[in-house]
T-cell receptor
Framework: KQEVTQIPAALSVPEGENLVLNCSFT??????LQWFRQDPGKGLTSLLLIQSSQREQTSGRLNASLDKSSGRSTLYIAASQPGDSATYLC????????????FGIGTKLQVIP | NAGVTQTPKFRILKIGQSMTLQCTQDMNHNYMYWYRQDPGMGLKLIYYSVGAGITDKGEVPNGYNVSRSTTEDFPLRLELAAPSQTSVYFCASIPAGLAGSEQFFGPGTRLTVL
């Protein structure tokens, strides 16, 4: 059974700092891993998706990496801004069956101006 | 494309009432899912469907039912609402068998049972 853990649960940083959010998973037979952003009271916005055959993906100030052998993914945010404040969720998708997606509980990020 | 749409956005139910949460996607996706998200928690899978006419239980199916008569629609039925079903409900979809495909989410339905 896939389990996804995100550390830390909460993070507060000053504006401009580079930061790393961590996601670990127990089953390395992962199909892909997706990072989402969720603002308070809102839905999920997809940020980046990394396929199992890939090592990293980049979009603007965001870079996500995937290391299947160690069961880890990281989301790197460069030059953080107050607008980056949100909860960040990672989700691992299985390859078989109904392609189950298992979510972590998220890291709540606050970027202080 | 509208993507994944959900109605209603908000609803307050009394204990014992029933309701249907609607979910529609216009991307011709095979796989559809219903999740619930309790405050400060991750998403838990309620039910899923791999195609029209095929549904199955997820992690927390008790108190819910689903149907999938068309590729586009995947309604979630709450029978005899209970306070424990107060949550935010998200519908999502994925095209089948593509590792590069994202899971698309609807905007959610915020349900309160009093």
């Amino acid at each position: 059974k896939q389990e996804v853990t995100q550390i830390p649960a909460a993070l507060s940083v000053p504006e401009g700092e580079n930061l790393v959010l961590n996601c670990s998973f127990t089953d390395s037979a992962i199909y892909n891993l997706q990072w989402f952003r969720q603002d308070p009271g809102k839905g999920l916005t997809s940020l980046l998706l990394i396929q199992s055959s890939q090592r990293e993906q980049t979009s603007g100030r965001l870079n996500a990496s995937l290391d299947k052998s160690s069961g880890r993914s990281t989301l790197y945010i460069a030059a953080s801004q107050p607008g980056d404040s949100a909860t960040y969720l990672c989700a691992g998708r299985d390859s078989g069956g109904y392609q189950k997606v298992t979510f972590g509980i998220g890291t709540k990020l606050q970027v202080i101006p | 494309n509208a993507g994944v749409t959900q109605t209603p956005k908000f609803r307050i139910l009394k204990i014992g009432q029933s309701m249907t949460l609607q979910c529609t996607q216009d991307m011709n996706h095979n796989y559809m899912y219903w999740y619930r998200q309790d405050p400060g928690m991750g998403l838990k899978l309620i039910y899923y469907s791999v195609g029209a006419g095929i549904t199955d239980k997820g992690e927390v199916p008790n108190g819910y039912n689903v149907s999938r008569s068309t590729t586009e629609d995947f309604p979630l039925r709450l029978e005899l609402a209970a306070p424990s079903q107060t949550s935010v409900y998200f519908c999502a979809s994925i095209p089948a068998g593509l590792a590069g495909s994202e899971q698309f989410f609807g905007p959610g339905t915020r349900l309160t049972v009093l």
